[in-house]
């Protein structure tokens, strides 16, 4: 289905405008992670669609959370976070940190073969077996629109051997190199 653009007022949101963003975002993918905490607030994780890098001198990122979620609210007071970027095997971690199951009635760090570490007692938890993780403090955080933007301060990155889990068209997919001299 093709939207039309239409363009409103600002700060006011259309439905046909949101279904046009909607179905337009639906053609970017995105890397899947894991957003986890720890500390006085308690543990949490959530799985996040939006990550990006902001700077690599200083190394820094965001992630945006969902005001919704308790997430943000525990990371503001623990202070620190971990991005963990999800492996194209851990598809099934996706879904519980997203709520789309439940964890087999326990917490969702305890669901399935799913291996967590706290490399420090400092530290969130770390997906083991992620393609990436990313350990930071917390820089900064915004609220815009339905969601919460953390900008943390990259304290440790860990890289994996595994290719990264993406998300487009509402699924989950594969990323793939082309080969040299094939076109497109």
Known sequence: MTH??????????????????????RCAPTSVSVVTT???AGRFGV?????????????????????????????A??????VNLLSEQQRDVADCFAGRFAASGGP?????????ADDAQDSAPRLQG??????CA????HEAGTHIILIGQVLA????QTPPLAYLQQDYARVLNFEPGIAA
């Open 157 to 160: 990155a860990l890289s994996g």
């Open 130 to 135: 992620a393609a990436a993780s990313f350990h």
């Open 4 to 25: 039309q653009a239409t363009f409103a007022e600002p700060g006011l949101t259309e439905p046909s405008i949101r279904a046009a963003f909607l179905g337009a975002m």
């Open 38 to 40: 720890n500390g006085p």
């Open 138 to 141: 917390v820089a900064q955080m």
């Open 77 to 82: 007071r623990n202070g620190k976070f971990t």
């Open 108 to 116: 969702a760090f305890d669901f399935g073969q799913s291996d967590w």
């Open 47 to 75: 799985t996040v669609s939006a990550v990006a890098s902001v700077s690599a001198d200083p190394p820094m990122l965001l992630a945006c959370i969902n005001r919704r979620s308790p997430v943000g609210a525990a990371v």
